[in-house]
């Protein structure tokens, strides 16, 4: 699926504020942060698990509205952020190491349900 990548500067108002506050109330469903608590309705979670291990193979997540599903292998980094219609990946681990220097976090930048 295509990307860009999106610097902080660049990113909207309401996912800076969750970067520079990670701790935050935003609402979280495993390792997604939905910063508008209207998108719950769009979204279903799905987590791929071993049967006898707390082991995660990958998680998932299906835009209501596409019907598309999205898979996520264990190794991304996150937070994955889902904003609207778009979902946000940090490029690193640990981003909230970075709060000390902001500039350096950059996210990858999905627009979903656009069938590409």
């Excluded at 990113?11 to 469903?29: A, E, H, Q, T, W």
């Excluded at 997540?61 to 904003?83: A, H, M, N, V």
Aim: with cysteine; hydrophobic share 35%; aromatic share 16%.
């Amino acid at each position: 699926m295509p990307y860009a990548i999106i610097e902080f500067q660049n990113l909207p108002k309401g996912v800076k504020n969750y970067v520079m506050d990670i701790r935050s109330d935003f609402y979280c469903i495993n390792s997604f942060i939905l910063l508008t608590p209207s998108d719950t309705n769009q979204y279903a979670f799905h987590k791929q698990q071993s049967s006898f291990a707390p082991w995660i193979y990958h998680q998932s997540f299906t835009q209501l509205t596409s019907g598309i599903t999205y898979k996520i292998e264990t190794q991304t980094p996150y937070p994955y952020i889902l904003y609207g219609d778009t979902l946000l990946i940090p490029c690193q681990h640990n981003i909230d190491l970075y709060r000390n220097n902001l500039t350096d976090i950059k996210f990858k930048k999905y627009i979903l349900g656009s069938g590409q």
